[in-house]
């Protein structure tokens, strides 16, 4: 892993002073503190002495160092299998020394930590500060695939809101475009495929609860989404049967025949097919495809059919 190269931070002046120090200075700073320390009694300037000796109890500890704390969060991750705590000690290597090269592995270990621990958005926020922080980094890949997996494993039934499972393709798809090279691009892709077959079957749960009521123009722009966006999909074989029900219960017949057509040529040997096919002859018709349909046309698109 590449350093970031170091930079200095420099501390309040007050932390580096002792109480013996802040005595001397007390006559000269007692105006300063006058308002603050109202409930103290003051005795003049030789008490400021007892004074900051009381304050210095409450002083931060002195850092520890960033190796000790990336080993403590190793052990509790490995050993003790507390992934919460590996986390925290972890976050506090970036925390007391967030511009060494301890920090940038922290974070993505944290990241990691909090991933499998479970605590999703935890891990998001330490993945995208990695990402923003070292974009150029080998580990920026999996940082990026840490967001979309993330946001994969929150993914709810095909009944509720699929708003993570929106942002899980989205934060995939990155993965696969901006390193297509690295390891985590094939496993991204195959978590983009089951959350597009979420989206396709949420598509198709509307769809059919738009036919049950014979709305079937609404039925139809939910089955379209299907065939258009999610053919490669599992649902995309019912859709065209749904498209065929759809266009013959409005006597769109061309279209209906299109749909049927489409799926036998693609899908010669599917159940729905079977179905599509009998609907259209029971009506003393066979499957025909309209070329200039939008059926045939989206199948074209990706070379299907």
Request: charged share 25%; with cysteine; net charge neutral.
């Amino acid at each position: 892993m590449n350093s970031l190269g170091g930079r200095v931070i420099h501390s309040m002046p007050w932390s580096s002073l002792t109480s013996t120090e802040l005595g001397r200075r007390g006559c000269r700073l007692a105006p300063l503190f006058a308002l603050a320390l109202l409930a103290l009694p003051l005795a003049g300037c030789d008490s400021l002495g007892s004074i900051t000796s009381f304050w210095s109890k409450d002083e931060p500890a002195l850092d520890e160092p960033a190796e000790k704390l990336y080993n403590e969060g190793l052990y509790n991750l490995n050993e003790k299998g507390d992934l919460k705590a590996a986390a925290k000690r972890f976050e506090e290597v970036d925390r007391q020394h967030p511009y060494s090269e301890w920090a940038r592995k922290s974070l993505i270990m944290s990241a990691y930590a909090y991933y499998q621990s479970g605590a999703y958005e935890d891990s998001i926020n330490a993945a995208r500060r990695y990402i923003t922080l070292h974009p150029g980094s080998p580990d920026a890949a999996y940082a990026q695939f840490l967001i979309g997996s993330s946001y994969f494993d929150q993914i709810r039934d095909v009944s509720r809101d699929q708003e993570r499972t929106e942002r899980a393709i989205s934060t995939l798809d990155e993965v696969a475009r901006k390193y297509p090279n690295s390891e985590y691009a094939v496993a991204a892709k195959k978590k983009i495929e089951v959350a597009k077959d979420q989206l396709a079957g949420k598509e198709m749960l509307v769809g059919r609860y738009y036919m049950d009521r014979r709305d079937f123009t609404g039925a139809i722009n939910r089955f379209k989404v299907v065939v258009t966006r999610y053919q490669t999909t599992r649902h995309v074989e019912e859709a065209l049967l749904r498209l065929t029900e759809a266009y013959m219960a409005l006597g769109i017949v061309s279209e209906a025949q299109t749909s049927a057509a489409v799926l036998g040529h693609n899908f010669p040997d599917s159940r729905w097919y079977q179905d599509a096919y009998s609907l259209v002859k029971g009506r003393g018709l066979e499957p025909n495809e309209n070329k200039a349909s939008w059926i045939s046309q989206a199948f074209k698109k990706l070379g299907v059919g």
